[in-house]
């Protein structure tokens, strides 16, 4: 059974850091594509980043391209998301998702929600003075 589990949400001063784990089981995150996605109050989710199933692509949103970075740690079976330089409007509630095929290549423009079967509970990211 395909489980993931988020977690390391908090609230942080603008400018600051923080670093969303994601831990699988049932799956290996090294063969499966894994997104983070994210929805503030009133708003869509949004897809912020994603690593692709076959090979180490990643996509990211405008929004927080160079801000955050998206990894895998196979021995740990974990994916994590490192957001720097976070913002007030990055407050929202943040879900990893995973699916089997995850193809990302230059022409990729999202990380579509459609396309990720698997969701975890989510976990709250509050920027904040």
């Known amino acids: 059974q395909v489980q993931l589990v988020e977690s390391g949400g908090g609230l942080v001063q603008p400018g600051g850091s923080l670093r969303l784990s994601c831990a699988a089981s049932g799956f290996s995150v090294s063969t499966y594509g894994i997104g983070w996605f994210r929805q503030a109050p009133g708003k869509e989710r949004e897809g912020v980043a994603c690593?692709?199933?076959?090979?180490?692509?990643?996509f990211y949103s405008r929004s927080v391209k160079g801000r955050f970075r998206i990894s895998r740690d196979n021995a740990a079976n974990t994916v994590y998301l490192q957001m720097n330089s976070l913002k007030p409007e990055d407050t929202a509630f943040y879900y990893c998702a995973a699916d089997w095929w995850i193809p990302i290549t230059r022409a990729t423009t999202a990380c579509e929600e459609a396309d990720f079967r698997s969701w975890g509970q989510g976990t709250q990211v509050t920027v904040s003075s």
């Open positions: 690593i692709a199933s076959a090979d180490d692509n990643t």
